[in-house]
Protein backbone atom coordinates (compact mmCIF):
# COMPACT_ATOMS: atom_id res chain seq x y z
CA UNK A 1 0.00 0.00 0.00
CA UNK A 2 3.08 2.67 0.28
CA UNK A 3 4.20 1.77 -2.52
CA UNK A 4 1.02 2.78 -4.50
CA UNK A 5 0.99 5.72 -2.56
CA UNK A 6 4.48 6.35 -3.48
CA UNK A 7 3.94 5.55 -6.95
CA UNK A 8 0.08 7.76 -6.81
CA UNK A 9 2.35 11.14 -5.06
CA UNK A 10 5.01 10.72 -7.83
CA UNK A 11 2.68 10.84 -10.89
CA UNK A 12 1.48 14.17 -9.52
CA UNK A 13 4.23 15.63 -8.75
CA UNK A 14 6.36 14.67 -11.96
CA UNK A 15 2.44 16.38 -13.54
CA UNK A 16 2.92 19.66 -11.76
CA UNK A 17 6.67 20.34 -11.56
CA UNK A 18 8.67 17.72 -12.92
CA UNK A 19 12.02 19.61 -12.83
CA UNK A 20 12.17 20.35 -9.07
CA UNK A 21 10.39 16.83 -8.03
CA UNK A 22 10.89 13.82 -10.14
CA UNK A 23 13.05 11.36 -8.59
CA UNK A 24 16.48 10.01 -9.54
CA UNK A 25 16.45 6.69 -10.55
CA UNK A 26 18.78 5.23 -7.73
CA UNK A 27 15.99 6.79 -5.34
CA UNK A 28 13.70 4.96 -7.10
CA UNK A 29 14.93 1.70 -6.49
CA UNK A 30 15.78 2.30 -2.79
CA UNK A 31 12.07 3.65 -2.68
CA UNK A 32 10.71 0.68 -4.28
CA UNK A 33 13.21 -1.91 -2.62
CA UNK A 34 11.52 -0.25 0.67
CA UNK A 35 8.12 -0.75 0.05
CA UNK A 36 8.68 -4.38 -1.28
CA UNK A 37 10.70 -4.77 2.39
CA UNK A 38 7.72 -3.00 3.71
CA UNK A 39 4.96 -5.15 2.33
CA UNK A 40 6.97 -8.49 3.07
CA UNK A 41 7.42 -7.91 7.20
CA UNK A 42 3.62 -6.53 6.66
CA UNK A 43 2.07 -9.79 5.61
CA UNK A 44 4.36 -11.81 7.33
CA UNK A 45 3.21 -9.96 10.54
CA UNK A 46 0.07 -10.49 9.59
CA UNK A 47 0.06 -14.35 9.06
CA UNK A 48 1.50 -14.39 12.87
CA UNK A 49 -1.64 -12.54 13.73
CA UNK A 50 -3.13 -15.76 11.74
CA UNK A 51 -1.61 -18.34 13.80
CA UNK A 52 -2.15 -16.45 17.28
CA UNK A 53 -6.07 -16.43 16.54
CA UNK A 54 -5.69 -20.26 15.88
CA UNK A 55 -4.17 -20.82 19.12
CA UNK A 56 -6.13 -18.75 21.31
CA UNK A 57 -9.14 -19.95 19.87
CA UNK A 58 -7.75 -23.73 20.00
CA UNK A 59 -6.97 -23.34 23.69
CA UNK A 60 -10.80 -22.91 24.59
CA UNK A 61 -12.08 -25.82 22.40
CA UNK A 62 -9.30 -28.30 22.61
CA UNK A 63 -9.99 -29.73 26.09
CA UNK A 64 -14.26 -29.72 25.28
CA UNK A 65 -13.95 -33.14 23.95
CA UNK A 66 -11.90 -34.75 26.75
CA UNK A 67 -12.95 -32.30 29.92
CA UNK A 68 -15.54 -34.16 31.17
CA UNK A 69 -14.02 -37.57 31.84
CA UNK A 70 -11.09 -35.84 32.99
CA UNK A 71 -12.90 -33.42 35.57
CA UNK A 72 -14.85 -36.26 36.98
CA UNK A 73 -11.44 -38.20 36.95
CA UNK A 74 -9.67 -35.39 38.89
CA UNK A 75 -13.16 -34.69 41.21
CA UNK A 76 -15.10 -37.57 41.95
CA UNK A 77 -18.00 -35.70 42.99
CA UNK A 78 -18.11 -33.14 39.61
CA UNK A 79 -21.55 -32.67 38.56
CA UNK A 80 -22.30 -30.69 35.45
CA UNK A 81 -22.84 -27.26 36.99
CA UNK A 82 -19.09 -27.63 37.51
CA UNK A 83 -17.96 -28.26 34.34
CA UNK A 84 -19.79 -25.55 33.15
CA UNK A 85 -17.71 -23.37 35.12
CA UNK A 86 -14.36 -24.94 33.86
CA UNK A 87 -15.21 -24.73 30.52
CA UNK A 88 -16.57 -20.99 31.46
CA UNK A 89 -13.47 -19.72 33.59
CA UNK A 90 -11.29 -19.64 30.43
CA UNK A 91 -14.20 -16.90 28.68
CA UNK A 92 -14.46 -15.07 31.81
CA UNK A 93 -10.36 -14.50 31.77
CA UNK A 94 -10.85 -13.38 28.09
CA UNK A 95 -13.59 -11.33 28.53
CA UNK A 96 -11.35 -9.30 31.40
CA UNK A 97 -8.46 -9.04 29.31
CA UNK A 98 -9.75 -8.74 26.38
CA UNK A 99 -10.17 -4.70 27.31
CA UNK A 100 -6.87 -4.39 29.09
CA UNK A 101 -4.81 -5.95 26.79
CA UNK A 102 -6.34 -3.90 23.68
CA UNK A 103 -5.92 -0.80 25.62
CA UNK A 104 -2.00 -1.70 26.20
CA UNK A 105 -1.66 -1.95 22.94
CA UNK A 106 -3.28 1.53 22.04
CA UNK A 107 -0.94 3.10 24.50
CA UNK A 108 2.42 1.09 23.94
CA UNK A 109 2.64 -1.43 21.06
CA UNK A 110 0.95 -4.15 19.88
CA UNK A 111 4.38 -6.55 20.59
CA UNK A 112 4.94 -5.98 24.19
CA UNK A 113 0.89 -7.42 25.53
CA UNK A 114 0.81 -10.52 22.53
CA UNK A 115 4.32 -11.58 24.04
CA UNK A 116 2.86 -11.38 27.68
CA UNK A 117 -0.36 -12.68 26.36
CA UNK A 118 1.03 -15.76 25.09
CA UNK A 119 3.22 -16.47 28.77
CA UNK A 120 -0.29 -16.72 30.19
CA UNK A 121 -0.79 -19.56 27.75
CA UNK A 122 2.20 -20.88 28.46
CA UNK A 123 1.87 -21.14 31.82
CA UNK A 124 -2.16 -21.93 32.31
CA UNK A 125 -1.60 -24.80 29.87
CA UNK A 126 0.69 -26.14 31.95
CA UNK A 127 -1.12 -25.66 34.71
CA UNK A 128 -4.57 -27.48 33.41
CA UNK A 129 -2.09 -30.72 32.19
CA UNK A 130 -0.55 -30.99 35.93
CA UNK A 131 -4.16 -30.61 37.24
CA UNK A 132 -3.89 -34.96 37.45
CA UNK A 133 -0.63 -35.06 38.60
CA UNK A 134 -1.81 -33.31 42.13
CA UNK A 135 -2.18 -34.99 45.17
CA UNK A 136 -5.79 -35.96 45.30
CA UNK A 137 -7.98 -33.67 47.31
CA UNK A 138 -10.74 -33.68 45.24
CA UNK A 139 -12.49 -30.61 44.89
CA UNK A 140 -9.05 -28.30 45.38
CA UNK A 141 -8.06 -30.31 41.81
CA UNK A 142 -11.48 -28.51 40.13
CA UNK A 143 -9.99 -25.19 41.43
CA UNK A 144 -6.54 -26.17 40.20
CA UNK A 145 -8.07 -26.67 37.09
CA UNK A 146 -10.11 -23.30 36.96
CA UNK A 147 -7.40 -21.69 37.76
CA UNK A 148 -5.88 -23.10 34.54
CA UNK A 149 -8.34 -22.29 32.44
CA UNK A 150 -8.71 -18.41 33.50
CA UNK A 151 -5.16 -18.01 32.92
CA UNK A 152 -5.34 -19.11 29.35
CA UNK A 153 -8.35 -17.33 29.15
CA UNK A 154 -6.67 -13.77 30.04
CA UNK A 155 -4.14 -14.52 27.24
CA UNK A 156 -6.49 -15.39 24.50
CA UNK A 157 -7.61 -11.56 25.48
CA UNK A 158 -4.56 -11.03 22.44
CA UNK A 159 -7.64 -11.94 19.86
CA UNK A 160 -8.21 -8.41 20.46
CA UNK A 161 -4.90 -7.01 19.57
CA UNK A 162 -4.62 -8.76 16.92
CA UNK A 163 -7.84 -7.58 15.40
CA UNK A 164 -6.85 -4.02 16.28
CA UNK A 165 -3.35 -4.67 14.00
CA UNK A 166 -5.33 -6.05 11.48
CA UNK A 167 -7.13 -2.91 11.05
CA UNK A 168 -4.51 -0.78 11.47
CA UNK A 169 -1.95 -2.50 8.27
CA UNK A 170 -5.08 -3.15 5.94
CA UNK A 171 -7.20 -0.76 3.49
CA UNK A 172 -10.80 -1.02 3.62
CA UNK A 173 -10.59 -3.46 0.43
CA UNK A 174 -8.21 -5.72 2.06
CA UNK A 175 -9.81 -6.03 5.08
CA UNK A 176 -12.67 -8.39 3.97
CA UNK A 177 -10.47 -10.47 2.81
CA UNK A 178 -7.59 -10.44 5.58
CA UNK A 179 -10.70 -10.67 8.09
CA UNK A 180 -11.98 -13.85 6.39
CA UNK A 181 -8.74 -15.59 7.25
CA UNK A 182 -8.46 -14.14 10.22
CA UNK A 183 -12.06 -15.74 10.72
CA UNK A 184 -10.74 -18.76 9.05
CA UNK A 185 -7.99 -19.08 11.98
CA UNK A 186 -10.07 -18.63 14.95
CA UNK A 187 -12.60 -20.66 13.25
CA UNK A 188 -10.29 -23.38 12.80
CA UNK A 189 -8.94 -23.36 16.49
CA UNK A 190 -12.35 -23.40 17.75
CA UNK A 191 -13.67 -26.43 15.86
CA UNK A 192 -10.43 -28.28 14.97
CA UNK A 193 -9.18 -28.12 18.71
CA UNK A 194 -11.31 -31.00 19.83
CA UNK A 195 -10.39 -33.33 16.36
CA UNK A 196 -6.64 -32.43 17.70
CA UNK A 197 -7.38 -34.90 20.59
CA UNK A 198 -7.63 -37.70 18.14
CA UNK A 199 -4.13 -37.64 17.97
CA UNK A 200 -4.25 -38.47 22.27
CA UNK A 201 -6.33 -41.27 21.93
CA UNK A 202 -3.81 -44.03 21.97
CA UNK A 203 -2.81 -42.61 24.99
CA UNK A 204 -5.56 -43.80 26.98
CA UNK A 205 -6.87 -42.77 30.59
CA UNK A 206 -3.31 -44.41 31.72
CA UNK A 207 -0.90 -43.08 29.70
CA UNK A 208 2.79 -42.87 30.37
CA UNK A 209 4.22 -41.47 33.57
CA UNK A 210 7.24 -39.73 34.39
CA UNK A 211 7.96 -40.13 38.03
CA UNK A 212 10.83 -37.62 37.97
CA UNK A 213 9.17 -34.55 37.07
CA UNK A 214 5.17 -36.03 38.75
CA UNK A 215 4.19 -36.28 34.99
CA UNK A 216 0.72 -37.73 33.74
CA UNK A 217 0.73 -37.66 30.36
CA UNK A 218 -2.41 -38.85 29.00
CA UNK A 219 -5.43 -38.33 26.50
CA UNK A 220 -6.83 -35.72 29.52
CA UNK A 221 -3.03 -33.69 29.88
CA UNK A 222 -1.64 -34.23 26.55
CA UNK A 223 -3.94 -31.02 25.17
CA UNK A 224 -2.92 -28.67 27.61
CA UNK A 225 1.15 -29.84 26.71
CA UNK A 226 0.24 -28.99 23.33
CA UNK A 227 -1.41 -25.57 23.85
CA UNK A 228 2.11 -24.90 26.14
CA UNK A 229 4.02 -25.75 22.96
CA UNK A 230 1.81 -23.67 20.58
CA UNK A 231 2.39 -20.82 23.29
CA UNK A 232 6.18 -21.11 22.52
CA UNK A 233 6.05 -20.86 19.36
CA UNK A 234 3.72 -17.86 19.33
CA UNK A 235 6.29 -16.26 21.27
CA UNK A 236 9.31 -16.74 18.98
CA UNK A 237 6.84 -15.90 16.24
CA UNK A 238 6.34 -12.26 17.71
CA UNK A 239 10.18 -12.12 19.00
CA UNK A 240 11.40 -12.48 15.38
CA UNK A 241 8.80 -11.98 12.56
CA UNK A 242 6.56 -9.65 14.13
CA UNK A 243 7.09 -6.13 13.04
CA UNK A 244 4.48 -3.30 13.83
CA UNK A 245 3.64 -0.53 11.34
CA UNK A 246 0.68 0.86 10.18
CA UNK A 247 -0.21 1.51 6.67
CA UNK A 248 -1.79 4.83 6.37
CA UNK A 249 1.08 6.50 8.84
CA UNK A 250 4.31 7.71 6.52
CA UNK A 251 7.82 7.29 7.54
CA UNK A 252 9.22 10.62 9.14
CA UNK A 253 11.42 10.56 6.30
CA UNK A 254 8.99 10.21 3.81
CA UNK A 255 8.66 12.61 1.17
CA UNK A 256 4.79 12.58 -0.15
CA UNK A 257 2.14 14.87 -0.39
CA UNK A 258 -0.65 12.31 -0.30
CA UNK A 259 -2.04 11.96 3.16
CA UNK A 260 -4.71 9.79 4.56
CA UNK A 261 -6.64 11.64 7.17
CA UNK A 262 -8.43 9.02 9.70
CA UNK A 263 -12.43 10.00 11.14
CA UNK A 264 -11.55 11.29 13.92
CA UNK A 265 -13.48 14.87 14.01
CA UNK A 266 -16.69 14.79 15.16
CA UNK A 267 -18.47 15.51 12.19
CA UNK A 268 -17.57 11.62 10.88
CA UNK A 269 -18.67 10.19 14.25
CA UNK A 270 -19.04 6.49 14.57
CA UNK A 271 -22.79 4.94 14.98
CA UNK A 272 -23.28 4.23 18.48
CA UNK A 273 -26.12 1.74 17.65
CA UNK A 274 -25.08 0.07 14.69
CA UNK A 275 -21.41 -0.66 17.16
CA UNK A 276 -23.35 -1.92 20.02
CA UNK A 277 -25.95 -4.04 17.47
CA UNK A 278 -22.68 -5.40 15.92
CA UNK A 279 -21.42 -6.72 19.51
CA UNK A 280 -24.55 -7.83 20.38
CA UNK A 281 -25.03 -10.01 17.06
CA UNK A 282 -21.61 -11.18 17.68
CA UNK A 283 -22.53 -12.54 21.19
CA UNK A 284 -25.66 -14.41 19.85
CA UNK A 285 -23.19 -16.24 17.13
CA UNK A 286 -20.47 -17.82 19.89
CA UNK A 287 -23.11 -18.12 22.43
CA UNK A 288 -24.66 -20.67 20.48
CA UNK A 289 -22.05 -22.60 18.89
CA UNK A 290 -21.06 -22.39 22.74
CA UNK A 291 -23.54 -24.15 23.66
CA UNK A 292 -23.40 -26.84 21.10
CA UNK A 293 -19.95 -27.64 21.53
CA UNK A 294 -19.88 -27.79 24.84
CA UNK A 295 -23.65 -30.31 24.78
CA UNK A 296 -21.17 -32.50 22.56
CA UNK A 297 -19.54 -34.65 25.26
CA UNK A 298 -22.27 -35.24 27.67
CA UNK A 299 -24.82 -35.86 25.51
CA UNK A 300 -23.13 -38.49 23.40
CA UNK A 301 -22.30 -40.36 26.83
CA UNK A 302 -25.65 -39.95 27.95
CA UNK A 303 -27.64 -40.40 25.17
CA UNK A 304 -25.55 -43.31 23.13
CA UNK A 305 -24.07 -44.85 26.43
CA UNK A 306 -19.94 -43.90 24.37
CA UNK A 307 -17.23 -44.57 27.32
CA UNK A 308 -15.08 -41.87 28.04
CA UNK A 309 -12.48 -42.73 25.66
CA UNK A 310 -15.17 -43.66 22.76
CA UNK A 311 -16.52 -39.68 23.68
CA UNK A 312 -13.57 -38.28 23.16
CA UNK A 313 -12.83 -39.80 19.84
CA UNK A 314 -16.09 -40.06 17.84
CA UNK A 315 -16.61 -36.69 19.10
CA UNK A 316 -13.10 -35.68 17.90
CA UNK A 317 -14.02 -37.01 14.33
CA UNK A 318 -17.22 -34.89 14.15
CA UNK A 319 -15.32 -31.61 14.93
CA UNK A 320 -12.59 -32.25 12.25
CA UNK A 321 -15.00 -33.05 9.82
CA UNK A 322 -16.98 -29.70 10.97
CA UNK A 323 -13.64 -27.99 10.68
CA UNK A 324 -13.19 -29.03 7.02
CA UNK A 325 -16.87 -28.20 5.95
CA UNK A 326 -16.22 -24.64 7.79
CA UNK A 327 -13.31 -24.37 5.35
CA UNK A 328 -14.85 -25.00 2.84
CA UNK A 329 -17.79 -22.32 3.97
CA UNK A 330 -15.11 -19.55 4.29
CA UNK A 331 -13.40 -19.64 1.19
CA UNK A 332 -16.60 -19.74 -0.62
CA UNK A 333 -18.05 -16.60 1.64
CA UNK A 334 -14.81 -14.51 0.36
CA UNK A 335 -15.71 -13.93 -3.10
CA UNK A 336 -19.88 -13.98 -2.44
CA UNK A 337 -19.13 -11.12 -0.15
CA UNK A 338 -18.18 -9.05 -3.51
CA UNK A 339 -21.24 -10.30 -4.72
CA UNK A 340 -24.04 -9.89 -2.47
CA UNK A 341 -24.99 -7.69 0.11
CA UNK A 342 -22.86 -8.96 3.67
CA UNK A 343 -25.86 -8.35 5.53
CA UNK A 344 -28.05 -10.86 3.29
CA UNK A 345 -25.12 -13.21 3.65
CA UNK A 346 -25.62 -12.56 8.13
CA UNK A 347 -29.45 -13.12 7.87
CA UNK A 348 -28.81 -16.77 6.06
CA UNK A 349 -26.31 -17.59 8.06
CA UNK A 350 -28.39 -17.21 11.39
CA UNK A 351 -31.28 -18.97 9.14
CA UNK A 352 -28.60 -21.87 8.98
CA UNK A 353 -27.52 -22.23 12.27
CA UNK A 354 -31.50 -21.97 13.32
CA UNK A 355 -32.35 -25.24 10.94
CA UNK A 356 -29.68 -27.09 12.49
CA UNK A 357 -30.81 -26.55 16.47
CA UNK A 358 -34.23 -27.21 14.98
CA UNK A 359 -32.95 -30.69 13.75
CA UNK A 360 -30.78 -31.53 16.88
CA UNK A 361 -34.44 -31.65 19.07
CA UNK A 362 -35.71 -34.79 20.02
CA UNK A 363 -38.41 -36.05 18.25
CA UNK A 364 -37.78 -39.91 18.12
CA UNK A 365 -40.37 -42.48 19.94
CA UNK A 366 -36.99 -44.08 21.56
CA UNK A 367 -35.37 -42.92 24.07
CA UNK A 368 -32.07 -42.61 26.10
CA UNK A 369 -29.84 -45.64 27.20
CA UNK A 370 -30.29 -45.10 31.24
CA UNK A 371 -27.80 -46.43 33.92
CA UNK A 372 -29.50 -49.47 35.54
CA UNK A 373 -26.74 -49.08 38.22
CA UNK A 374 -29.36 -46.30 39.69
CA UNK A 375 -32.55 -48.30 39.54
CA UNK A 376 -33.44 -49.41 43.06
CA UNK A 377 -37.20 -50.00 44.06
CA UNK A 378 -35.56 -49.19 48.05
CA UNK A 379 -33.72 -45.56 46.86
CA UNK A 380 -35.99 -44.76 44.50
CA UNK A 381 -39.46 -46.11 45.02
CA UNK A 382 -40.79 -43.61 42.52
CA UNK A 383 -40.15 -45.46 39.98
CA UNK A 384 -41.91 -49.04 40.86
CA UNK A 385 -45.11 -49.84 39.04
CA UNK A 386 -48.50 -49.41 40.41
CA UNK A 387 -51.60 -50.86 38.78
CA UNK A 388 -52.34 -46.63 38.62
CA UNK A 389 -49.01 -45.56 37.17
CA UNK A 390 -47.12 -46.56 34.20
CA UNK A 391 -43.46 -47.80 34.17
CA UNK A 392 -41.72 -45.00 31.71
CA UNK A 393 -40.30 -47.27 28.82
CA UNK A 394 -36.57 -46.63 29.01
CA UNK A 395 -33.29 -49.05 27.68
CA UNK A 396 -31.07 -49.82 30.82
CA UNK A 397 -27.24 -50.63 30.60
CA UNK A 398 -26.78 -53.71 32.45
CA UNK A 399 -24.88 -53.36 35.52
CA UNK A 400 -21.55 -54.59 34.83
CA UNK A 401 -17.78 -53.07 34.81
CA UNK A 402 -18.19 -52.26 31.10
CA UNK A 403 -21.36 -50.13 31.62
CA UNK A 404 -19.64 -47.90 34.38
CA UNK A 405 -21.00 -44.09 34.20
CA UNK A 406 -22.76 -45.03 30.97
CA UNK A 407 -25.49 -43.83 29.64
CA UNK A 408 -28.24 -40.90 31.09
CA UNK A 409 -28.26 -40.98 35.11
CA UNK A 410 -31.84 -41.00 36.83
CA UNK A 411 -30.82 -38.38 38.91
CA UNK A 412 -31.72 -36.07 35.65
CA UNK A 413 -35.30 -35.95 35.86
CA UNK A 414 -36.05 -35.68 32.50
CA UNK A 415 -33.44 -39.05 31.53
CA UNK A 416 -36.35 -41.52 31.82
CA UNK A 417 -39.11 -40.39 30.03
CA UNK A 418 -37.44 -37.78 27.05
CA UNK A 419 -36.92 -38.54 23.46
CA UNK A 420 -33.46 -39.79 22.24
CA UNK A 421 -31.46 -37.53 20.10
CA UNK A 422 -30.84 -39.99 17.06
CA UNK A 423 -27.35 -40.02 15.81
CA UNK A 424 -28.60 -39.30 12.47
CA UNK A 425 -29.81 -35.92 13.98
CA UNK A 426 -26.77 -35.67 15.64
CA UNK A 427 -24.56 -35.67 13.01
CA UNK A 428 -26.87 -33.53 10.38
CA UNK A 429 -27.25 -31.24 13.07
CA UNK A 430 -23.64 -30.45 13.61
CA UNK A 431 -23.14 -30.35 9.71
CA UNK A 432 -25.77 -27.71 9.29
CA UNK A 433 -24.43 -25.74 12.28
CA UNK A 434 -20.90 -26.15 11.01
CA UNK A 435 -22.14 -24.10 7.76
CA UNK A 436 -23.97 -21.38 9.33
CA UNK A 437 -21.05 -20.25 12.28
CA UNK A 438 -18.78 -19.81 10.07
CA UNK A 439 -20.59 -17.36 7.55
CA UNK A 440 -22.11 -15.50 10.65
CA UNK A 441 -18.56 -15.25 12.18
CA UNK A 442 -16.99 -13.75 9.56
CA UNK A 443 -19.81 -11.35 8.32
CA UNK A 444 -20.06 -10.13 12.04
CA UNK A 445 -16.13 -9.30 12.09
CA UNK A 446 -16.36 -7.66 8.69
CA UNK A 447 -19.23 -5.18 8.89
CA UNK A 448 -17.84 -4.75 12.74
CA UNK A 449 -14.57 -3.22 11.63
CA UNK A 450 -16.14 -1.46 8.46
CA UNK A 451 -18.81 0.75 10.87
CA UNK A 452 -15.83 1.25 13.19
CA UNK A 453 -13.91 3.34 10.30
CA UNK A 454 -9.87 3.62 9.61
CA UNK A 455 -9.53 4.82 13.58
CA UNK A 456 -7.44 3.12 16.23
CA UNK A 457 -9.62 -0.04 16.78
CA UNK A 458 -7.72 -1.56 19.71
CA UNK A 459 -9.87 -0.67 22.82
CA UNK A 460 -13.29 -1.24 19.91
CA UNK A 461 -11.72 -4.61 18.81
CA UNK A 462 -11.18 -5.56 22.64
CA UNK A 463 -15.10 -4.95 23.75
CA UNK A 464 -15.81 -7.19 20.78
CA UNK A 465 -13.50 -9.95 22.03
CA UNK A 466 -15.01 -9.83 25.38
CA UNK A 467 -18.81 -9.94 24.58
CA UNK A 468 -17.81 -13.43 22.57
CA UNK A 469 -16.05 -13.81 26.02
CA UNK A 470 -19.18 -13.10 27.72
CA UNK A 471 -20.95 -15.59 25.12
CA UNK A 472 -18.32 -18.47 26.08
CA UNK A 473 -18.78 -17.82 29.63
CA UNK A 474 -22.94 -17.97 30.04
CA UNK A 475 -23.32 -20.64 27.41
CA UNK A 476 -21.50 -23.28 28.86
CA UNK A 477 -23.30 -22.42 32.27
CA UNK A 478 -26.06 -21.54 30.33
CA UNK A 479 -25.90 -25.03 28.93
CA UNK A 480 -25.02 -27.13 32.05
CA UNK A 481 -28.30 -25.67 33.61
CA UNK A 482 -30.62 -26.42 31.45
CA UNK A 483 -29.44 -29.57 30.13
CA UNK A 484 -29.34 -30.69 33.69
CA UNK A 485 -33.00 -29.88 34.16
CA UNK A 486 -34.88 -30.14 31.49
CA UNK A 487 -32.84 -32.27 28.91
CA UNK A 488 -31.92 -31.31 25.87
CA UNK A 489 -35.10 -30.69 23.85
CA UNK A 490 -35.40 -27.49 25.77
CA UNK A 491 -31.78 -26.41 25.75
CA UNK A 492 -31.98 -26.51 22.23
CA UNK A 493 -35.32 -24.67 21.70
CA UNK A 494 -33.91 -22.08 23.82
CA UNK A 495 -30.69 -21.78 22.11
CA UNK A 496 -33.02 -21.21 18.73
CA UNK A 497 -35.01 -18.29 20.49
CA UNK A 498 -31.56 -16.65 20.34
CA UNK A 499 -30.89 -17.27 16.88
CA UNK A 500 -34.71 -15.76 16.26
CA UNK A 501 -33.96 -12.67 18.67
CA UNK A 502 -30.34 -12.17 16.69
CA UNK A 503 -32.71 -12.04 12.85
CA UNK A 504 -34.62 -9.84 14.52
CA UNK A 505 -32.55 -7.40 15.56
CA UNK A 506 -30.40 -7.59 12.09
CA UNK A 507 -33.44 -6.70 10.35
CA UNK A 508 -33.68 -3.93 12.84
CA UNK A 509 -30.06 -2.37 11.83
CA UNK A 510 -30.16 -3.34 8.39
CA UNK A 511 -29.63 -0.13 7.23
CA UNK A 512 -27.20 1.23 9.80
CA UNK A 513 -24.77 -1.44 9.05
CA UNK A 514 -22.51 0.07 6.67
CA UNK A 515 -19.48 1.67 6.08
CA UNK A 516 -17.97 4.86 8.13
CA UNK A 517 -16.83 7.37 5.78
CA UNK A 518 -13.32 8.43 5.88
CA UNK A 519 -12.02 11.76 4.51
CA UNK A 520 -9.04 12.05 2.12
CA UNK A 521 -7.20 14.48 0.71
CA UNK A 522 -4.09 16.34 -0.15
CA UNK A 523 -1.98 18.11 1.83
CA UNK A 524 0.11 21.03 0.08
Known amino acids: LIAMVDDQTRHLLRSGNCSDNSYSDSENDGRSKSAELFASRRWTSVRVMYLTMFVSSMGFSIILSSVWPYLRKVDKNATPTILGIVVAMYSLGQLLGSPVLGWWANRRSSKEPLVV ?253 VRAAFIDPVIHPTHQTTPSTKMPTFRPFYNDSSSTNRGCPLNYPWCVNASQVLIEQFLAGAAVISIGFPICSLITYSLYSKVLGDRPQGTMMGWLTAAGSLARTLGPLFVSTMYDRFGPRWTFVSSSSFVVLAVIALLILYRRLVPLQVKSFLVD
Open 117 to 369: SCFLVLVGSCMYAYSDSLSAHDISNAYFMMAARFLIGFGAGNTAVARSYISHVTSVEERTSVMANMSISQALGFIIGPALALAFVPLGDSGVSVKAVDLELNIYTAPGFLGAILAVLNIVFFLLLFHERRVNVLDSGASTSLLTIQASDSSTSRDRVAVVGCIGLFFVVFFVFTVFETLTTPLSMDEYGWTSVKATLYNGILFLVAAVISVAVFMAVKPLSRRIDERKLLVVGFVIVFCGFVILMPWSSRSPL
